[in-house]
């Protein structure tokens, strides 16, 4: 029975130090990290960049049009408002024609009695009977009633506002009934996909934006 038991201590302590041994070949055995991270190509993408600025809309000159009265007038006749589509060549505004139908009446009459005063003038001068001087006052005469006549015929045709371009009318002030000054613009009207935005912008963030990059633009 005693040897039995020395032979089962011995085994037990020749088991202790093996695996005594083996716990110190475990520890001084290099680490392996463990790391939780994963790699990806990298690729070029596009971003965007961001720039506040004050902008301004705009319209292109060839496709605004402000209207006004020709001279002191009143507002006969109102054929369209503010938003509603129009085309080229389409009535807006009517004055009184009244005074603009007197005045190129009057106008060509004058310029009727001057032509004949020239002819007359010019006739005697060739024979001698008047100076050269009375003349030159007829065709002075002349030329004068030429441009009033013009004149008055311009207005005339100014008498009726029409629309130059198509598009919308983005202002209506004429009042039907209601006087209109000289200069006064009545009537407002542009293309809405010929507008511009202005925008204020510093030297770096306009160095950002290239020729022919795509810009998205939002307000508020």
């Known amino acids: 029975m005693r040897g039995m038991k020395r032979t089962t201590m011995l085994c037990a302590t020749v088991l202790a130090m093996g695996a005594c041994k083996a716990k110190d070949k475990a520890e001084d055995a290099p680490a392996k990290p463990v790391v939780a991270a ?17 902008g301004t809309v705009v319209t292109r000159p060839e496709k605004y049009a402000a209207l006004s009265a020709p001279s002191a007038t009143r507002v006969s ?4 408002s503010t938003g509603q589509r129009v085309a080229a060549g389409d009535v807006l505004v009517e004055f009184d024609q009244t005074a603009f139908t007197s005045a190129a009446t009057a106008a060509t009459a004058t310029l009727t009695a001057a ?4 002819n007359r003038a010019q006739r005697l001068s060739a024979e001698g009977i008047i100076p050269r001087k009375d003349l030159e ?15 008055a015929e311009r207005a005339k045709q100014l008498s009726v506002l029409r629309s130059p371009v198509n598009g919308v009318v983005t202002r209506m002030v004429a009042v039907l009934g209601a006087p209109a ?3 006064q613009v009545l009537v407002e009207v542009a293309d809405p996909s010929a507008f511009d935005v202005v925008l204020s912008v510093g030297p ?9 990059a795509r810009v998205h633009m939002t307000a508020g």
Request: no cysteine; aromatic share 4%.
């Open 137 to 151: 006052q007829a065709t002075a005469d002349l030329a004068k009633a030429r441009t009033d006549a013009v004149t």
């Open 77 to 80: 006749k109102v054929n369209v």
């Open 204 to 212: 770096d963030d306009a160095g950002a934006v290239h020729p022919g």
């Open 181 to 183: 000054d000289a200069g």
């Open 115 to 118: 032509q004949a005063a020239f």
């Open 38 to 54: 994963s790699t990806t190509e990298a690729k070029i993408e596009p971003f965007t960049h961001i720039v506040a600025a004050i």
